[in-house]
Every structure is written in C-alpha cells, then in structure tokens.
C-alpha cells in the first residue's frame, strides 16, 4: 500500500546507491562535487535505479563519505542491508558477548552482515544456508553451517537454544 494503492507512489524504484558528488545546493556544507558518497534514498523517494539521483541533506544523514576500499559497487551492496542486520542484533536484540546466535539466510544480503556483526560483537554464531553456499558462509566467521536437509530441524533447535541463553 504504501507504494502506491492505484499506481506505482514512485516512478523510479531503488533504495540504496553509491557515486559521485555532481552538484550540491546552496545551504550544503557536508559535501561539494567531486565527493565519493554512498546512502539510501529508503527515505526519501527512492530512485537509486537511475543513474543521477537527489538527495535531500536532512539532520538524520541518509548519505556518507564513501570508505575509500570501497569500490562504488560494494558501497552500494551496503547501505539497507547492513542497517537492518545492526538494528536487529543491537539495537532490538542487544546481542552480548558469548551468546549463541542463530542467523537463518546467513547467506543472503541481510545474513551475510548478520553474520558479521554478531561476530564482531564476541557471539557464538551458527548459519543456516543452502548446501552451495556453505564454504561462503564459513568464511565470514560462522561456526557451524546446515545443510538444505538439516536445516529446519537445526533452525529449531538452535532457536531453542538461543532463547534459553537470553533467559537464563
Ligand atoms: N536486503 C535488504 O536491504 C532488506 C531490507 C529490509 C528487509 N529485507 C527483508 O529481509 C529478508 C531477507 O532479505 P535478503 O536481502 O537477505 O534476501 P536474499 O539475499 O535473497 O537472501 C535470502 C536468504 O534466505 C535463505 N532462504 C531462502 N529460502 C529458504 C528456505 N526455504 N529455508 C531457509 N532459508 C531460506 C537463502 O538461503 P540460500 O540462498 O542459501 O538458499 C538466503 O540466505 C527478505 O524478507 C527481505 O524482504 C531485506
């Protein structure tokens, strides 16, 4: 609904980006052409799928310098992804150290940074993928991995598991 109930609410679809700076308007002072940045539109109407977009400087930033080992490429495979990894280990699951996480589609956009963020917060993190994706989601750190069989099963258990640590 919130795309638009009779027709399409945005003309051009597309959330997250990264490029370079063309033009600012008067009043920015964070950014002047030239700058390498990548952000999200989420917010903001879209349009990331074309190639110049506009986006408005407000006080919660929606655009950032773009990390120099960075290709424009991987910046913009960062932006919502990422986000919604970090909000719901921190900020909604207040991950600590030493617990056991369980990421379901640790292979996928979301579990990919998933998987890493728990990691970097000190958790003991399981991944549960399909079997070709398995040797990719052990290289980012996750401990044990299912296969395509198991991995409901493991989805139930480890979720049992997890909900033990957070309430003992
Ligand atoms: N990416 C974003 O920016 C974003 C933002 C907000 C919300 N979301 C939502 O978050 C969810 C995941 O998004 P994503 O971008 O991470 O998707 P994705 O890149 O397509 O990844 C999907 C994940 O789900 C797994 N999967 C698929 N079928 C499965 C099954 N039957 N049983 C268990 N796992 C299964 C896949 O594993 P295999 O490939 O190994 O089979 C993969 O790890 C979606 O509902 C999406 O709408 C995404």
Redo the contacts with the bound molecule.
């Keep these: 609904m919130g795309q638009g109930l009779l027709k399409p609410k945005y003309k051009i679809l597309g959330s997250d980006m990264a490029g370079r700076v063309e033009a600012v308007g008067k009043n920015v002072e964070q950014f002047q052409p030239g700058d390498e940045v990548f952000g999200t539109l989420g917010d903001c109407g879209f349009g990331a799928y074309a190639e110049f977009v506009s986006v408005p400087i407000k006080k919660k930033q929606d655009l950032a310098p773009k990390p120099t080992n960075l290709t424009f490429d991987e910046a913009a495979a960062v932006p919502?992804?990422a986000v919604?990894a970090l909000q719901g280990l921190r900020d909604k699951g207040q991950i600590q150290p030493g617990q056991k996480v369980l990421i379901?589609?640790?292979?996928?956009?979301?579990?990919t940074f998933a998987v890493q963020i728990a990691k970097s917060f000190g958790a003991e993190v399981t991944g549960?993928?399909?079997t070709r994706?398995m040797d990719m989601v052990r290289s980012i750190g996750a401990r044990v991995l299912c296969t395509d069989i198991t991995?409901l099963l493991t989805f139930y258990a480890h979720s049992f598991s997890f909900y033990n640590t957070r309430n003992e």
């Design positions: 919502q992804a919604v379901n589609g640790a292979s996928g956009g979301n579990g549960v993928c399909s994706k991995r």
